[in-house]
């Protein structure tokens, strides 16, 4: 973000930058703590970015996160447009795509226990880290069974190359919702942007999380109540990890160029606290 602050706007190539050095970032605290502890380099991520500036949103993403925009149609009704594209291997053109790339690896995309997986192992084809699937000298040997590849990688399996969109917001986007793949396995898009739409913003993260929960629950044939009682370790095969963080755009705030507090959201506790767009103008 540095650049910037020197250059007093955003562009798709400043983010894309901010992501790569991200991605660089990352590769070097494998590097040095490899040695001690492997299992780092089995870490990864994906990544979504939402920077709105001068009536402008731009959204990058990598993996299977999902940035969906609520705006106001005919008769009030409220219309879901999703903005990003999900790099998952489930999806048949990211299986094209992987198959392009890698025409000589029969393996580079197959079907294991009812889900495509790359390598067999992992579902999306970008993300932050999984360094092993990046650089063959941090492929893993047979004592780690789950991340062992018969024959090691000579060229990253997965990228960290982010898809990059932007759009003028209009008076009728109403909010924008950014949440990790968990929420959208239970929810579709119309209903995580009624549900934003018709309920107070307070608390509204939270209640698009237990309308997911209560799905996962009802997919299960049980009952919410009863989810919450598994413990965490065996939570995982009930439902993913889900984060969710909704934006609401004020239009009359935007408009009046008024500057806002800088907000910093750190496990779900809403602090205040300097950011590195702190001498920026235009941010909203």
Not at 43 to 71: E, Q
């Amino acid at each position: 973000m540095r650049v910037a602050q020197e250059n007093g706007s955003i562009s798709e190539d400043i983010i894309r930058n901010a992501v790569s050095a991200t991605e660089d970032g990352f590769l070097t605290l494998v590097r040095r703590s490899y040695g001690i502890k492997p299992l780092i380099a089995a870490m990864g991520s994906c990544c979504l970015v939402g920077v709105i500036w001068k009536g402008t949103l731009y959204i990058a993403n990598l993996g299977d996160s999902r940035a969906v925009i609520g705006s106001v149609g005919r008769s009030n009704k409220i219309i879901a447009e999703q903005l990003t594209k999900e790099h998952n291997a489930s999806k048949e053109e990211v299986r094209r795509e992987l198959k392009s790339l890698h025409p000589e690896d029969s393996q580079i995309v197959v079907m294991k226990q009812g889900t495509w997986r790359i390598k067999g192992i992992i579902q999306v084809s970008r993300s932050i880290g999984d360094a092993y699937l990046k650089r063959p000298e941090f492929s893993f040997d047979p004592s780690f069974p789950r991340f062992h590849l018969p024959e090691p990688i000579r060229r990253p399996v997965l990228t960290a190359e982010p898809s990059i969109c932007s759009r003028v917001l209009r008076p009728n986007d109403k909010f924008i919702i950014f949440a990790s793949d968990g929420l959208w396995e239970h929810l579709t898009n119309q209903e995580a942007v009624e549900i934003v739409h018709t309920n107070p913003r307070t608390g509204i993260a939270r209640r698009l999380l237990r309308a997911a929960l209560n799905e996962a629950a009802r997919k299960r044939e049980m009952r919410y109540k009863d989810l919450q009682k598994i413990g965490k370790g065996i939570r995982r095969f009930f439902h993913d990890d889900i984060t969710v963080v909704v934006v609401y755009i004020d239009h009359d705030l935007r408009c009046k160029n008024v500057t806002v507090p800088e907000l910093s959201i750190k496990g779900f506790i809403d602090t205040v606290g300097p950011s590195n767009f702190r001498n920026l103008r235009g941010l909203e």
